[in-house]
């Protein structure tokens, strides 16, 4: 089975820097995708990480560590359209799956 | 580009009345996947398909839910009978094969039932 762990709710301040972690216990692993959710719409796809390491993407960023099970999602340069949510979702592992196992998403807040 | 399109956007029924959701994927994409979105319980993924074919459905709640997929541009999401605790929002998404390929998820329906 997927277990994913990501903090419920974050806040920060317009212009600042903010990393929201995920962490995940999972049977296989096969890639790590992040997603925005603003209220009300459909999660966006945001960014994908299959190999250790850093990729960035403007003003965003996602990290994977494979050893550790753990993810993060850097947000530079806040910006009051950056509240939302953000989904952290491991890919089934089998080759032939395309699932994916959610967390239960991180609320940004983002404050004058 | 068209993205994925979900039918209808809301639906408000009674409980015990059959409801169907409605999606069409984007056009390429050989997978589907139908997702419910709680606030207890985040986003569910219900069933999923690939080349029209169901792939797994363990994530149907019981028999009252069924999914069809009776060709590539189109696939339905039924309940029946319909309970106040299936009022959720159900999202559509779509991918294509391969390592890293995103899912591309519609605008979703909100579902009441009273």
């Known amino acids: 089975g997927q277990n994913i762990d990501q903090p419920t709710e974050m806040t920060a301040t317009e212009g600042a820097i903010v990393q929201i972690n995920c962490t995940y216990q999972t049977s296989g692993f096969n890639g790590l995708f992040w997603y925005q959710q603003h209220a009300g719409e459909a999660p966006t796809f945001l960014s994908y990480n299959v190999l250790d390491g850093l990729e960035e993407k403007g003003r965003f960023s996602s990290f994977l560590s494979r050893s550790k099970g753990y993810s993060y999602l850097l947000l530079k340069e806040l910006q009051m359209k950056d509240s939302a949510s953000y989904l952290c979702?491991?890919?089934?592992?089998?080759?032939?799956?395309?699932?994916?196992?959610f967390g239960g998403g991180t609320r940004l807040m983002v404050k004058p | 580009d068209a993205g994925v399109i979900q039918s209808p956007r809301h639906e408000v029924t009674e409980m015990g009345q059959e409801v169907t959701l409605r999606c069409k994927p984007i056009?390429?994409?050989?997978?589907l996947f139908w997702y419910r979105q709680t606030m207890m319980r985040g986003l569910e993924l219900l069933i999923y398909f690939n080349n029209n074919v169901p792939i797994d459905d363990s994530g149907m709640p019981e028999d009252r839910f069924s999914a069809k997929m009776p060709n590539a541009s189109f696939s339905t999401l039924k309940i029946q009978p319909s309970e106040p605790r299936d009022s959720a929002v159900y999202f559509c998404?779509?991918?294509?094969?391969?390592?890293?390929?995103?899912?591309?998820f519609g605008d979703g329906t909100r579902l009441s039932i009273l």
């Open positions: 056009s390429g994409h050989d997978y």
């Open positions: 979702a491991v890919r089934d592992p089998s080759p032939a799956g395309n699932m994916l196992t």
């Open positions: 998404a779509s991918s294509s094969g391969g390592l890293g390929q995103p899912q591309h």
